[in-house]
């Protein structure tokens, strides 16, 4: 027998029922779930970590994206379906307008839900209350307070080259995880390189062993006792120094006794070095540079700047330097290319060096 519906007098011939009543009667009157009438969000300043639980969390790609999520969430979970109603979900929750920093928005939430097999929507207006703080860890940095440990940056000679220091920038900016980058709290310049403040003992001991074998170096740990823990226990603080060998390709090391030209850091991170007595390239262990001390060497070798005439068994250049009236002549084994396009014509930097030469860049612009 069909039943009539006593709020629209449409049958359940026309329509689906809950209850006693039509669905759009249902819905219009007893509602899908309650849902809390304002809600409030509360993000950081500096990072957009947003507050949840007790505890700052993790933000999405931008401030409105987070609240949005974070809107999702808290109703999901705080949604109570009414009661002929089995489950209930958050189909979307939109802004009345855009989102421009802390205040009152209205948010319209559409609400799905089911009654057995029967699904119904409904939409709700909801306030949101916006707040702006800043979480724990952004006021450690900004009072540069809670930093366990400090990574120094230190160039072996002393100073820290701009371009090392530019490279090493670089590669905390795109080689870190993200955890890791958080966990710096701030960056001191110092004459001879600079500080990294680290939140946490094992991220820097972490960070200090990526930029060791990113660059070739060696690390020292030291820990000092810096006090007393409110509960008895000791405090220290953590300093890890990385030293990194200050030399870029093309350079003359000496090594022990002997010469070297630095070729590149191969992708393990371990020097490609010229010994410079027999010609032999060798892959070396960053060790090797530490262990047995090295120096530029910068006295009596001069780069010339050379122009390939021809390639056969023999190698000839004309010196550029010198007007391209000397003839230069190597057998084809002693002449050693690391350049791509090795073509006559071109003016190279060329390194001599107990009758081989080394053909290490471009000197015209092509
Ligand atoms: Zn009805
Ligand atoms: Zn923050």
């Known amino acids: 027998m069909a039943r009539i519906c006593p709020k629209c007098g449409r049958s359940s011939d026309e329509i689906e029922f809950i209850g006693s009543l039509c669905k759009d009667c249902y819905v219009e009157t007893v509602g899908i779930a309650r849902i809390p009438e304002e809600i409030s969000f509360t993000y950081c300043k500096y990072c957009g970590r947003y507050k949840y639980q007790g505890g ?42 855009p989102f421009m920093g802390p205040g009152l928005y209205k948010a319209l939430v559409k609400i799905g839900g089911r009654h057995n097999e029967i699904t119904v929507a409904e939409e709700r207006v909801i ?34 080259s701009e371009d090392l220091k530019k490279r090493i920038d670089d590669f905390l900016e795109e080689e870190l ?60 603080r953590l300093t890890i120094s990385v030293r990194l060998p200050d030399i870029s390709p093309g350079n003359i090391l000496k090594i022990g006794d002997r010469l070297y030209l630095f070729l590149e850091v191969s992708r393990g991170g371990n020097p490609i070095l010229v010994d410079l007595q027999t010609g032999t390239e060798i892959t070396a262990n960053p060790e090797f540079l530490w262990k047995k001390g090295f120096t530029h060497y910068e006295s009596g070798m001069e780069y010339k700047k050379l122009m390939l005439i021809s390639r056969g068994n023999s190698i000839t250049f004309l010196d550029a330097s010198t007007g391209y009236s000397q003839v230069l002549d190597f057998p084809r084994d002693r002449v050693h ?30």
Do not use: H
């Not at 690391?338 to 006559?344: A, G, H, N, Q, W």
């Open 56 to 97: 700052w969390n993790e933000p999405s790609d931008t401030i409105e994206d987070t609240l949005i999520d974070y809107l999702v969430l808290v109703l999901s979970r705080k949604a109570k379906p009414s009661r002929e109603i089995n489950e209930v979900w958050i189909n979307s929750v939109n802004l009345d307008r």
């Open 127 to 160: 306030t949101v209350r916006v707040n702006m703080a800043v979480c724990p860890l952004c006021t450690n940095k900004l009072t540069k307070r809670g930093y366990e440990a400090i990574v120094q940056i230190r160039g072996s000679s002393g100073k820290l």
């Open 177 to 236: 995880a993200g955890v890791l980058r958080e966990s710096i709290i701030d960056f001191e310049e110092k004459k001879e390189g600079f500080d990294l403040l680290i939140n946490d003992s094992s991220a820097a001991r972490m960070i200090a062993s990526k930029i060791k074998s990113a660059f070739m170096g060696k690390t020292i740990e030291t820990y000092k006792l810096i006090g007393r823990k409110p509960d008895g226990s000791r405090k220290g």
């Open 337 to 366: 290319v690391y350049v791509e396009d090795f073509e006559p014509g071109r003016v190279f930097k060329v390194l001599i060096v107990r009758g081989r030469a080394y053909v290490l860049g471009y000197e015209d612009n092509e």
